[in-house]
Structure formats: C-alpha cells, structure tokens
C-alpha cells in the first residue's frame, strides 16, 4: 500500500502506510522488508525535503544491509543518499555514494540498479559540468581509484 501511495505521489498516506508496515516487520524480525520499506521512506523523505530525515533512515537501512549481507537493499539505500548529498548541495558525497551503489548493485547482480545509480550520476553531473567525450560513464566510474579502493576492500 505505502509503494501505492508513492508511486500516486500521495506521500503522506504513503508515510502512514510505511511507518505502520515498519513496526510490523520490526516486531516479526524480517530485516530484509525492514529495510526495504526504510529505503523507501527515505525516498519520501528526500522528495518532501526533508533530508536530514531521509539521511538519518537511509544510514540506519545501510547499516542493517551491510550486516546482513543484503546487497540489492544497500544499493538502494546508497542511491538515495546520493540523492540526498546531491539535493544537499553535496556533490563529492552524492557521487561517492552513487559509485558505492553501483558496486552494491553488482555485487548483487542487479542490472537496472546500475542503470540508475548511472542515471542519478549522470544527471547530476550534467548539472555540474560539461560532459568530456572519451570513455561510458561505467568506465569512468569503475576506473575510478576510489572504487578500485572500495572493490580492494571488498575482496579482502
């Protein structure tokens, strides 16, 4: 109901629907909806402006994912804190987190989690600058030292 009230842009009902589906997957202990529906109110959130919110929830949902091992779920959360660094005026963080999605949604094979963490990025630095001709968006994202560093890591 609450991905319903989302996709009308009814955010309030939305937010009441999350929030009630939240305190049941909290009591029956299933993290992994626990987490979906806590990216999802962090999506509310970023889209009311109401981004320290959005940050507080995606971080919580991020460090639930990273300790579960739910790679698709942390994607999502990294994504929407792209977003929210990037409506912040956050540039560097927004694209530091939009890469760690990217990786995330690989690890976890998801194809169009990829395209739009890449879709997220590009957007945003078309906004910034004028785009340079040379290699995809992927390469330049996935040669970047930082995310050699972060896929090094991961590897250990």
């Known amino acids: 109901l609450g991905r319903l009230y989302t996709n009308m842009k009814r955010f ?3 937010e009441r629907a999350l929030q009630s589906a939240l305190a049941v997957y909290r009591i029956i202990g ?4 626990e987490v979906n529906v806590m990216n999802l109110l962090g999506f509310i959130y970023c889209r009311q402006d109401q981004l320290e ?6 971080l919580s949902s991020a460090d639930i994912c990273t300790e579960n091992g739910f790679m698709l779920a942390l994607g999502t959360a990294q994504r929407y804190l792209g977003l929210v660094h990037r409506d912040f005026g956050r540039h560097t963080e927004a694209e530091q987190y939009l890469k760690r999605a990217i990786l995330s ?3 976890g094979d998801d ?3 990829v395209r739009h963490a890449l879709q997220d990025m590009r957007t945003m630095q078309s906004t910034q600058q004028p ?3 040379g290699a995809s968006e992927k390469e330049v994202v996935l040669s970047d030292p930082e995310t050699a560093s972060i896929r090094a890591g ?3």
């Open 12 to 14: 309030d009902e939305a």
């Open 30 to 33: 299933n993290c992994l909806e």
């Open 53 to 58: 919110e959005a940050q507080k929830i995606l």
């Open 105 to 107: 949604y690989e690890e």
């Open 111 to 113: 194809v169009e989690g």
């Open 131 to 133: 785009e340079e001709g």
């Open 154 to 156: 991961r590897s250990s």
